[in-house]
């Protein structure tokens, strides 16, 4: 992934990515929380 | 006699008056290097906005949000559906188009165009409801000025969804030239990649 922004194609992927890459920072954080 | 086929080389190469055609390099074509540093230069400014609400929150440690006020977090995590599904619908107009099919590409932008108002006018409504405005506090301002610094990103991003959508109904567009939907619908990824970390910054974590 050189460049996500290349075309729609990639730009679309990179969000799916973002998406993922997110839901698992914050479910990181909010099971963090939770516990200490 | 050389200075005079020096300047009618020169001027072979050249037929046309004005400047001569712009440098641009094989890998990238101008119109997408041209939207790739404008969502850079974008980034750096939410990067601005979000500088001042983790100083308001780290750096100072104030609470959030303020004593005395509520976010909206059910209502939003349904907007943001209504977000991120209109990057699927735009994605749907995208390929449709590369593969000649001219429903897929109508009912894709037109339905990402219709979602993208939905969400806007939601965002609006929850402004109107929230109960307090961005004068009120440090809080209050930087919520506003990050959502609304979206928001306008949103209506950009729908005027540029409603001349592809016009065009589209036009019959403009072909498999193989389609930059003119490509183009806005990277900007568009851009500003629903951008809403996440909106969303999840302001009100989920």
């Known amino acids: 992934m050189l460049n996500p922004l290349r075309t729609e194609e990639e730009a679309f992927r990179f969000l799916l990515y973002a998406i993922a890459v997110i839901t698992v920072i914050v479910a990181i954080i909010l099971i963090a929380r939770a516990i200490f | ?205």
């Open chain 2, 1 to 205: 006699m050389e200075a005079a086929s020096i300047a009618h080389a020169v001027h072979g190469e050249h037929d046309h008056h004005g400047p001569p055609p712009a440098n641009h390099s094989s890998r990238v074509e101008p119109q997408l290097l041209g939207m790739l540093l404008f969502i850079i230069s974008e980034i750096m400014v939410f990067g601005a906005f979000f500088t001042a609400y983790f100083f308001i929150r780290v750096a100072n440690g104030d609470p959030w949000p303020a004593h005395g006020t509520t976010l909206p977090v059910l209502p939003t995590l349904f907007n943001t559906f209504i977000l991120v599904s209109s990057s699927f619908t735009m994605h749907w107009a995208q390929t449709g188009i590369k593969n000649g099919n001219r429903f897929a590409l109508k009912a894709g932008i037109l339905t990402t165009f219709l979602l993208g108002c939905t969400f806007l006018f939601l965002q609006i409504n929850e402004y109107a409801n929230i109960g307090f405005a961005p004068q009120n506090g440090a809080q209050q301002t930087i919520f506003y000025s990050l959502t609304g610094l979206h928001g306008a990103h949103v209506t950009i991003g729908l005027i540029l969804l409603l001349l592809v959508c016009v065009r589209a109904f036009r019959g403009h567009y072909t498999p193989e030239e389609h930059r003119g939907v490509e183009i806005p619908g990277i900007y568009w990824h851009f500003v629903d990649v951008m809403w996440i970390v909106v969303f999840v910054t302001v009100y989920v974590i």
